[in-house]
C-alpha cells in the first residue's frame, strides 16, 4: 500500500550557515562597530542573540530573520522568545528551532486527515505522521487538503513509498 510521512523539521546546516551570513554581515555593519553584539548557537541547537541595549538587539534580530528567510528556513519553525532586557541595558533573546511534530500539532493533523473524508489512515510515529492509503491518488490528494489549510507549522511530504 501507497505511504508518505508528514514532517517538520529545520534543516541545521542551514541554520549553521544561515548564522554564519549574519555574523559576516555584523561584523561588517557600521551600525555595529565596536558593538559586543553576537549570535551564539547553544549547546541544545538554539540561537542566543545579544546585544548592549534593547535598539541593537532589535537590528541584530532584524539581520538573523533576513538571513534564515534567505536560506529557505521556513519562520514557522522558528519561535522568538521574548527579549530578555536587563536593567543595566543589555538585551538577550532565544530563537527557539522546532523540531518534529508536537503531540497537538500532530493531533490537529491527523483530525483535518480524518475529517478530509479520504480513504486513508494517519498514525503517529516519532515526531512524524505516516499516512497510508489504497490508492496513489488517494495520497495525492491529502497532500493538496493539508497544503489548503495552515497548521502554524511548515509541513514537509517525505518517504513517498508505491
Do not use: C
Not at 120 to 136: E, M, N, P, W
Request: proline share 2%.
Amino acid at each position: 500500500m501507497p505511504t508518505f510521512d508528514i514532517v517538520s523539521e529545520v534543516d541545521r546546516q542551514e541554520i549553521l550557515n544561515a548564522i554564519d551570513q549574519a555574523r559576516r554581515e555584523l561584523a561588517s555593519r557600521f551600525d555595529f562597530k565596536g558593538s559586543e553584539a553576537k549570535l551564539e548557537i547553544e549547546k541544545d541547537g538554539n540561537l542566543r542573540l545579544t546585544a548592549e541595549d534593547a535598539s541593537r538587539l532589535k537590528g541584530l534580530r532584524e539581520i538573523a530573520v533576513n538571513k534564515l528567510a534567505k536560506r529557505n528556513i521556513d519562520l514557522r519553525n522558528v519561535e522568538q522568545k521574548e527579549p530578555d532586557i536587563s536593567p543595566l541595558g543589555h538585551a538577550r533573546q532565544l530563537f527557539v528551532f522546532k523540531q518534529g511534530l508536537e503531540g497537538d500539532k500532530a493531533k490537529e493533523i491527523s483530525k483535518f486527515l480524518k475529517a478530509s473524508g479520504l480513504k486513508i489512515q494517519s498514525a503517529l510515529q516519532d515526531r512524524q505522521i505516516r499516512v497510508t492509503g489504497k490508492k496513489r491518488d488517494d495520497l495525492q490528494d491529502a497532500i493538496a487538503a493539508l497544503r489548503t489549510k495552515d497548521f502554524g507549522v511548515a509541513l514537509e511530504y517525505t518517504n513517498f513509498r508505491d
